[in-house]
């Protein structure tokens, strides 16, 4: 059973009354395991006169009493209010509680908030800080193609116009208007070749006011795409046509229906120049381009020579996941050390950011009986700093003593020889009969069995073959996609997520290799899309197809779960339309 509250939000009230219902309402709610307590903002960088929204989140707490951080020199324009977030899965609570002010730069400069304070159970817990980077208003307040003719505009807006490989980058569609809007339609999207792109779903950006050439507009972020650089080059995106709907005043708007005239606007051109990393890179430098942190674990402090270790390092930041990889080890004396092994490969969304979580594992077998200070090095790119980064763990002492070594002798040092048998004296020869060996019966023997022999292969070979013919009719091609779709419908009522998309994967993808005798090594959707071609399968299901593909990656390496109801009958009506083609 899963029962889930979202959004209950208590707006605006007193501050003591937000305490209060804070207090009873996760009292009550939430289990009290894995409680986290953090701060964030919706922005990180903002202009003079700008607002942004700083929030305190605690998860799976009860809060007996919460002491947000010293927000100055920035000014309270809302706050506080509350929003809440529970799910009941199986009878296990957790819930989370987000506390949230309405800040407004007034001066330039960086400034450090945090860290918050809350009281739960008998703990207190202390938050991160956070750093607001407060640029000068002038720099905000020229935007292109904004001017007083027009009401309303919507900006393709890149958080880094020039980036480096594996560096993650947020694009954000902004509208900025002065009128009433109705809704909003984006009438074609740009492709971002070049980038890994990640639409970002769940975001929660608060609406600004923003002066613009001596005007107040309102600015609202529409959408957020997340986008890692793949190869250098110089990129530009857009522009994106919009269509509005904008309410006519005194129009024949009733209770149910509300008249709007339909306009059209045009983003500018995003701009993104995709460059090389520095050449002097470290030895421990391993892909990542970002802001990292790094932890490690010996399994032990003491081992013999008998025994191996085990070290756990595991990397936290927002680079590119598919190229942040394990990092070299120094070589030490008398310690062999083997190709480490990734066990842990997460990703999960923070803010408008996508973090990655990897976890790897070195085996180190040591030879020589003495103490070893092991410390990990990770090295990365950081775009902040504009250089290389290295980030050290430990030390990790550990004490090798000798082992016990046994060797097993084939015949041991100090065995009795005498106890062998004697040596045969008698050297008189003694007439035998003919030999078995190349005599007529033995040619006779020898050729039965080869003909034996070969007739058993013969035989054994034929019903290979004929089990082979009866295991591939009753592994068709739609027989192992039903077999995969029904594992994943078992997956769906599950919630297990992760194998859900593992499933429809395999199901849509093994029965288009199936089908169309596609070999392992051609295995790709650039690959599968041509043999359907080739085979006359229609364009838009193959199309569907492909879309399949794409969701299912979005899920394994980036965490984006979306419709699993939809896209399991999307995945079954495609393999039922090819079947029946």
């Known amino acids: 059973m899963i029962v889930k509250f979202r959004d209950i939000t208590i707006s605006w009230l007193p501050k003591a009354g937000v305490i209060v219902a804070f207090v009873l309402f996760l009292s009550t709610f939430v289990s009290a395991q894995n409680v986290k307590f953090y701060i964030n903002t919706d922005r990180d960088k903002v202009a003079v006169g700008e607002t942004f929204m700083l929030e305190a989140v605690l998860e799976n707490g009860d809060a007996k009493s919460i002491q947000m951080p010293d927000v100055s020199p920035f000014r309270i324009v809302q706050g506080p209010s509350t929003s809440t977030s529970i799910t009941i899965v199986n009878g296990k609570r957790s819930a989370t509680m987000s506390y949230q002010y309405m800040l407004l730069a007034e001066s330039k400069g960086k400034f450090k908030l ?32 904004l001017d007083n003719s027009k009401q309303t505009l919507v900006r393709l807006e890149v958080s880094e116009e020039k980036a480096y490989i594996g560096q993650q980058l947020v694009v954000s569609y902004v509208l900025y208007t002065r009128q009433n809007l109705e809704s909003y339609n984006f009438l074609n999207e740009p492709k971002y070749e070049g980038f890994f792109a990640v639409p970002l779903n769940d975001f929660r950006e608060q609406p600004q006011r923003k002066t613009i050439n001596g005007k107040e507009y309102h600015r609202q972020v529409l959408r957020k795409v997340l986008l890692f650089p793949q190869k250098v080059g110089k990129y530009s995106f857009g522009p994106v046509n919009v269509s509005l709907d904008v309410p006519v005043d005194n129009g024949r708007s009733s209770f149910f229906f509300r008249d709007v005239k339909k306009e059209q606007t045009q983003t500018n051109v995003l701009r993104i120049n995709v460059e090389s990393l520095p050449d002097n890179a470290p030895e421990s430098f391993s892909g990542g381009v970002g802001e990292f942190t790094m932890q490690t674990f010996m399994s032990k402090n003491t081992a013999t020579t008998d025994e191996s270790l085990v070290l756990t390092m595991t990397i936290e930041g927002d680079g590119d996941a598919k190229i942040v990889q394990a990092p070299k080890l120094k070589k030490y004396d008398g310690i062999e050390s083997y190709e480490p092994s990734v066990i842990k490969d997460e990703t999960y969304t923070k803010g408008d950011r996508l973090r990655v979580v990897k976890t790897f594992e070195y085996i180190l077998v040591p030879t020589k009986d003495t103490t070893y200070s092991f410390t990990p090095e990770f090295s990365y790119y950081s775009p902040t700093s504009g250089k290389y980064e290295t980030i050290t763990s430990g030390p ?33 020869l003694v007439k035998v009969g003919s030999p078995f060996f190349g005599s007529g019966l033995y040619f006779s023997l020898f050729g039965i069995i080869i003909l034996a022999t070969g007739f058993g292969i013969f035989y054994k070979k034929k019903k290979i073959e004929k089990l082979d013919q009866l295991h591939l009719a009753s592994q068709s091609s739609i027989n192992i996609a039903k077999i995969n779709l029904e594992k994943a419908a078992v997956y769906k009522i599950e919630n297990n997520k992760s194998a859900f998309f593992e499933e429809i994967s395999h199901a849509t993808t093994g029965y288009i290799q199936k089908k169309y005798n596609i070999p392992n090594m051609e295995l790709g959707l650039s690959a599968d899309k041509e043999h359907l071609r080739k085979h006359g399968v229609h364009a838009n299901l193959i199309d569907q197809y492909a879309s399949i593909q794409q969701r299912c990656e979005m899920a394994r390496f980036a965490g984006q779960y979306g419709d699993m109801d939809g896209l399991y009958e999307q995945a079954s009506a495609l393999i039922t339309e090819i079947e029946n083609l």
């Open 114 to 145: 945090g860290p918050a304070i809350v009281k739960s159970g008998n703990k207190e817990l202390k938050s991160n800080t956070i750093t607001i980077n407060v640029v000068d208003a002038d720099r905000s307040q020229s935007i292109s193609g």
């Open 396 to 428: 990790h002492q550990v004490t090798i003593v000798k082992g016990s070594g046994k060797v097993i002798n084939p015949v041991p040092n100090d065995a009795d020889l005498s106890a062998l048998s004697p040596m045969e004296t008698d050297l008189n």
